[in-house]
């Protein structure tokens, strides 16, 4: 059921999803100080892929302080935009019954996107 899910999701709108936070990532990996924001964005580009069957955990000895701060500065920055944007395509899938799994997708995604820094998608 998981695989189903998955390719339906990539047919549906997630291959884009993830091309977008492909593309944004290596934007901003061109200057040195955007480098770990381009990682997280990579991190969530492959979580955009495959959502299905993965779980986002906290890393090992985490959370830290660093990650607080970066994810402090990823919310400051204006990424909290792509998390209220998931949290929207959510409500809006689970509004019918059919959509209600790639909602809650979505809302997996939107935690992801809020806080990257410090966690693990397995």
């Not at 779980?55 to 090992?60: E, I, N, S, T």
């Not at 302080?65 to 998390?83: D, K, P, R, T």
């Amino acid at each position: 059921m998981k695989f189903l899910g998955n390719i339906l999701w990539l047919v549906l709108g997630g291959i884009i999803i993830a091309l977008i936070y492909y593309m944004v990532g290596l934007l901003m990996c061109i200057t040195l100080i955007g480098i770990p924001f381009g990682i997280q964005l990579f991190k969530l580009g492959t979580y955009a892929l495959w959502p299905f069957g993965r779980k986002l955990v906290d890393g090992p000895n985490e959370p830290g302080c660093l990650s607080v701060v970066m994810n402090l500065v990823w919310i400051l920055l204006g990424w909290w935009e792509i998390a209220i944007l998931h949290l929207v395509f959510g409500m809006l899938l689970c509004v019918t019954i059919v959509g209600i799994p790639w909602g809650l997708q979505h809302f997996k995604m939107a935690i992801a996107s809020l806080f990257p820094f410090g966690k693990e998608i397995r």
